[in-house]
């Protein structure tokens, strides 16, 4: 079979799959799923969050950090523009220590989650 056949039939498995929903759900880190836990005990979030309406997107990494925006997800279970994504926070997880931090916008700083909301 020559290269554009090969081409055309990937295309329609990835058009097949994308319409009937064969989606494979995404891998997530280690450092990603304990973000996760901890954002859903978080009492910042816990009354109006709901964690499947959000997704946590890696932004930016290195040897030394990992950098994580949490964002809103918008769908027909979970209210909003589906054309828009607005960061809700900004973590980072050092890969060294696995310490989670949160972006706070006020001292344009990441401090420990536990350190954010009490000064």
Request: glycine letters at 4%; hydrophobic letters at 40%.
């Given at each position: 079979?020559?290269?554009?056949?090969?081409?055309?039939?990937?295309?329609?498995?990835?058009?097949?799959?994308m319409?009937?929903?064969?989606?494979?759900?995404p891998?997530?880190?280690p450092?990603?799923?304990?973000?996760v836990?901890?954002?859903k005990?978080?009492?910042?979030?816990?009354?109006?969050?709901?964690?499947?309406?959000?997704?946590f997107?890696?932004?930016?990494?290195?040897?030394r950090?990992?950098?994580?925006?949490?964002?809103?997800?918008?769908s027909?279970?979970?209210?909003?523009?589906?054309?828009?994504?607005?960061?809700?926070?900004?973590?980072?997880?050092?890969?060294?220590?696995?310490?989670?931090?949160?972006?706070?916008?006020?001292?344009?700083?990441?401090?420990?989650?536990?350190?954010?909301?009490?000064?």
């Amino acid at each position: 079979m020559n290269r554009k056949w090969t081409s055309i039939l990937v295309g329609f498995a990835v058009v097949a799959a994308m319409l009937f929903g064969c989606t494979r759900a995404p891998e997530v880190d280690p450092e990603t799923a304990a973000l996760v836990e901890i954002v859903k005990k978080d009492e910042q979030y816990s009354d109006w969050l709901k964690i499947e309406c959000v997704q946590f997107v890696t932004e930016t990494q290195d040897e030394r950090q990992v950098d994580i925006a949490m964002r809103e997800k918008h769908s027909k279970d979970c209210l909003g523009d589906q054309d828009t994504s607005p960061v809700i926070d900004r973590f980072r997880i050092e890969k060294a220590t696995g310490a989670i931090l949160r972006y706070d916008v006020m001292e344009d700083k990441y401090l420990p989650v536990g350190q954010l909301h009490q000064q």
